[in-house]
Each structure stands twice: as structure tokens, then as C-alpha cells.
């Protein structure tokens, strides 16, 4: 009775995996089975590594794999057994902070290893002397340290700690202390596991993949396997759907439909669960078409739990409060806008040829991304792509993205890249893109220059400011981008005739005449008259 009471009195938070919410603890039998293959090989101990680090983006399904695997411990006879579980939650008190977590763990061992008890037991009589809510070192140096420094205890059998979304603690500064001694366990309690998952986040990163942390851990990344596990999505999506109200009729009479928001989750589990939360939400409603048109649209109200993570992600990376001030915002800004409207991927050193209104180096590039890891991966080609395409789509949709801080808006961003992406053609740029070997930086930066510059241009606001822009790349600049590719700046019109016909042709056209400020008939001469003013300019200004 005294023993029970000394364990009562030990703080603790109720972060055990039987006591999160639904929306974590959701997992579909039959998926993620090379993952949980992969697992169970460590946890046998056929990986001499005691730690299992799994890392992945927002929405990927990590505490789903934490949750069953402590339900497939604590159900298992024989085996590992689960010795304590710690899921953090973002904006739940005690679930969110560092104070409780190592007597929430020492209270979780001490109920479910006999073998451990009276050493907790006698360890707790002394720490609680000092106080019930010490501070996070003290309560591990007491706990754990001191203890089992004097005695270690032997396991039959591995005994495993699962902590579940390191990313979600708001003492961002305390982790990295939190994970040196969390890394401490197995050579003090040999026997012990620790299975790890978390957000890509840099403070954590630093800890978990450091040169210090190989030896002990193993790494597993679920942002590299999102196009081979794209059937577990599928798979849930195709179970789930069906069985909900009215659209099980809906999806049979309309298979097309349902391939539709398969191709749109891309892999993704959280858009899938958000997708069929949203369906159950309104599952009797009349008009099931519509909803899924609500799934499927950009702009779709059906995805507003997405954008409230990202809005939480966003804020997290940068702080309204430090980044709400120039020259900070103009760099965030920059960033965004490559983010949101580039056509197509490109490497941090790529991207850093572009100057926008605020040089960015790739340094920022490469520390901005990796704030955003939970939403960014860099590919196998070295580019940088969303995770899902929601992403994007939100920072470009002022009715989702609310905060003016990270809000991309489409034709002020366009109206900056388009002259960054004309300022590619002069001669110097061009002589030394010629030059370039093929994937190089300055290759990447002129031909996505090239391919895109006037989509840029003809959807940017047309400002004074690009008007210049414009004015000085039709009378300096078009030697050079003829160099880059003639064929390219002629359409479909051969290079043997006259300017006059490519223009009658081009969206630029609309805009051109809008700089000369002629009237119609002095548009129809513009182009002759340009084209003898473009034969007397050859130097590039």
C-alpha cells in the first residue's frame, strides 16, 4: 500500500498511447506492412542499433505506426513488451511540455516491468523529498541516472519506449537536452528500445542524425517512401469511402470519382483521413457530387483541418513576431513566392540565381527549406517539392492562407519573377549558361528562363515598375534570348519571317503594345519598327 502510494504521488501526464485521440490512433490493417517487417527485425535484435528514429512530413502517418505498434506490444505474449509510451500533443497542457515526461515514463515502467518496480519505487521516495514537478534534468538524474548507475537490473526480453511527435513539444529549446538523455536509457538500461517519431524538424535533426547518434540509430524516413506505399492510401481510401452513407452508391455508380481524390491524396494519409472525416461529417447529405467537388477543387472548403496545420506549420517555422519585420519578411517573402508560383522544381542553387527584390542566397534557401520539412522535401534530383499540393495551393488562396505574412498573392509574385527570369538573357548569363555542363545551376535558372518567363509576364500585375522591365528586355535584351533559343522566341512561325509575324501570334503582343501606347494602327507597324531598332542594338545594356 505504501509502494502504491509513493507511485501515486509521482507526477505524470496521461500521455500513454491508450490515451490519445482517435484521429492519431487510426490505422488500416494490411498497410505499412514492410515498414512494421522492417520493425519487428529491429526490435528482435537482429539491428544492433537501439534506437529507431522515424521522421516524415506532416500528414505521413507517423503516429498511426507509433499507436499500433504499442497496441501490437501490449497485446503480444512473447517478444519485446511495451515499457512506456509518451505521445505529445500540440496544445494539450502537460502533453506539450518537457516537465512530466521522465516520471510519466518512470511511472509507465514501474506498472508494466515488475522487474523494474521496487527500483522506481525506491528512487521515487527520494525525488519526491525534493519536490513533485522538478525540472527535467534533476527528475532523469534522479529517475534513471543514479539509479540504475548503482543496480542494473537484466530483461529477459527487450523492453521498448515509444515517443511519439517530438515536434508537437513547445519547449522547442529543451528537446535537444530531452534527446541526449532520452539517448542515455540504453546504455544505462541495456535491453531498453526507444522508438522515436517526429517532423523533420532542424533542432531535432541535429540531435538524431548527428555523427555522435550513428552508432545507436537507426533512421528510417517516410518522406522517401511516399510513391512506393501509395497503394496503402489507396487502399484506405477504396475500404473507407464506401462504407459512408450515401457515397458508397455514389462512388460505385461514379469509380472515376473515387480515382480522382486516390490521385489527389498523392500518398499522402492525412489528406485521405481529412477527406473521409469530411465525407462522414456530411454523410447524409443529398448531393454526394458535390461534396466531392468541395475534395477536389483547390479552394475546397472540405480541406479546412489542412489548413489549419499548415497555418500552425507555417507559424512554428517563422514566428509572426521575428519574421514580421523587413528585412526578414522580405526574405520570407521571396522564398513563398519561389515556393508557390515556379512551374516546376529547382535546386537551392538554382533558385538562388534568381534575385528577386531580396537576394537570397542558398544558404537561406537550404534553412528556410529545412524549417519547412514537415511540408518540403528536397528530391532524388536535389529539387525542392511540396509534400502534397494542398500546400501550395493554400499559400496562394487569400481566403485559406489568412495571415498577410505568409500569403503568396499570384500576380504581385508573377510580376516579380517575370523580369528576374528576363534578366537571365544577356550575354555574359547566356555565354556562360553555353558553356555549362548539363544540371549545372546557371542551366537550370536560364532554361526555366526561357521555357517561362513570358507565363510569368502575362499573368504578373503590369505595373510601371515591369513596364520598364519590359520596355528595356524588347530593346536590349531579345539578341540574347535568340541565342538561348531562336526557335523558342519565333513559336511556330519560321525564323525566316519577319518579328511582325511571331507577335501576331504571341500573348506578349498585348503587352508590348501596352508599352508603346499606340493606337491601332500604330500597333500594326510597332513590330517592323522595333525589328529595325533591334538590327542597329546588338550590345546588351
Sequence with gaps: ????????????????????????SQFLPGTRQELFGELNHWLDGANSRPVYFLSGGAGLGKSSIAHQLCTRLDASADGPSLGASFFFVRGSGDLETTR???SSLAHQLALSQPSLRPYIISASREYLKRGSRQQMHHTFQDLFRRLFQRAVPTFPKPIVMVVDGLDECRDRDLIPNLLELLLELPTI????????TSRPEPHIQS???????????????????MAQWK?????????????????????????????RLIERAAGVFNFARVAARFLDTYRDHPDPQEQFTLLLSPGGTGLSALDNLYQQILSSAFPPQDWNISPRAARLRSFLIFLGLFREPLSPEAMALFKLETQLSKADIVWMTDRLRSV??????????????TFTEFLLDPQRCVHPLYHVDPAAGNALLAPVCMGAFTFPIISDYLSAAKGTPIRDYVKYSTIHWDFHLATGEFNSSLKRDLVHFVHHQIPAYMQVDPGGWAGTVSRSLALESWFAVSRLHRLLLFTQGKDRKA??????????SLNQRRTIA
Aim: proline share 7%.
Design 1 to 24: 500500500e505504501e509502494e502504491q502510494k509513493v507511485l501515486d504521488d509521482l507526477p505524470r501526464a496521461d500521455a500513454g498511447y491508450r490515451c490519445v485521440d482517435e484521429l492519431k
Design 100 to 102: 512530466l515526461f521522465f
Design 189 to 196: 538500461l541495456p535491453g531498453i528500445r526507444l522508438l522515436l
Design 207 to 225: 540531435v538524431l542524425t548527428s555523427a555522435a547518434g550513428l552508432p545507436s540509430i537507426l533512421h528510417r524516413s517516410l518522406n522517401d517512401t
Design 231 to 259: 497503394g496503402d492510401v489507396r487502399l484506405y481510401l477504396e475500404q473507407t469511402v464506401p462504407k459512408i452513407g450515401l457515397y458508397g452508391d455514389f462512388v460505385r455508380d461514379n469509380p472515376y470519382q473515387l480515382e
Design 376 to 389: 518540403l522535401v528536397i528530391n532524388s534530383s536535389g529539387c525542392i517539392v511540396p509534400i502534397h499540393a
Design 523 to 532: 500597333r500594326r507597324t510597332a513590330p517592323k519598327s522595333l525589328w529595325r
